[in-house]
């Protein structure tokens, strides 16, 4: 078992960035794969991005991509999502997530272990 807790979230101007945290239990974090999902109101959870066990491969959602950068410090049992040039529409709960696989995905199906969600708030 993995249990996950996200911090960071909070309120920001269009433009502006943010960096959201999570931290997890367990002796063996390499052997998760992490993602960042999202899910606003009204809306269904979506990908946001994912990292493998290692570190070594990471994969964004298209709306994201060369604005949010996925990060992992193994040794620390932490993922991060850094977050630039939010825009109103990256407006959600984001959701740490853990799969019993190094391997990365993007499917919301794969994920075991979730965190409770933090939330982002960008005014615009």
């Known amino acids: 078992q993995v249990q996950l807790v996200e911090s960071g979230g909070g309120l920001v101007q269009a433009g502006g960035s943010l960096r959201v945290s999570c931290a997890a239990s367990g002796r063996t974090f390499s052997y998760y794969a992490m993602g960042w999902f999202r899910q606003a109101p009204g809306k269904e959870r979506e990908f946001v991005a994912a990292?493998?066990?290692?570190?070594?491969?990471?994969y964004y959602a298209d709306s994201v991509k060369g604005r949010f950068t996925i990060s992992r410090d193994n040794a620390k049992n932490t993922v991060d999502l850094q977050m630039h040039s939010l825009k109103p529409e990256d407006t959600a709960v984001y959701y740490c997530?853990?799969?019993?696989?190094?391997?990365?995905?993007?499917?919301?199906?794969?994920?075991?272990?979730w965190g409770q969600g933090t939330q982002v708030t960008v005014s615009s």
């Open positions: 997530a853990g799969r019993s696989s190094a391997g990365a995905s993007d499917n919301v199906l794969r994920y075991s272990f």
């Open positions: 990292i493998s066990g290692s570190g070594a491969s990471t």
